[in-house]
């Protein structure tokens, strides 16, 4: 994938992480993640590596989350690898996805000399 495609499919809140999948041996079932996960609201692209037993994932993360796309592999019979670093980096990607959707949702902050909403009840004193 060149430079620019890569720049071009991403969005503001778009993310991507590689997953471990030991299950995953052949072409076909490579073929089923990619359909399943696909149709998972949020999910950008899936690439497949069978030779190394991995995935691709590209996804927002305003719309989906690390644990949902864990989730629905699990569901279809191809659980994500259970080895402790996976499990660190599953609960690490959980944070910045949950960190990602509160920022997204959080109000407008204030910028440099126009205050609003830092007290918006106060007055000035004459």
Not at 41 to 55: F, H, S
Not at 64 to 89: C, H, M, N, T, Y
């Amino acid at each position: 994938m060149s430079r620019d495609q890569f720049i071009k499919m991403r969005g503001v809140w778009d993310t991507r992480h590689w997953i471990a999948v030991p299950g995953l041996s052949h072409e076909a079932d490579g073929l089923l993640l990619e359909q399943s996960l696909s149709a998972l609201d949020g999910i950008r692209l899936v690439q497949i590596v069978p030779g190394r037993r991995r995935i691709r994932v590209t996804y927002d993360q305003t719309r989906i989350d690390f644990r949902q796309i864990l989730e629905r592999l699990e569901s279809i019979g191809f659980p994500a690898s259970d080895s402790w670093w996976s499990v660190r980096k599953a609960g690490w990607f959980q944070y910045l996805d949950r960190n990602a959707r509160e920022n997204a949702h959080a109000p407008e902050p204030p910028c440099c000399s126009n205050p609003k909403g830092i007290a918006p009840d106060r007055s000035r004193k004459k």
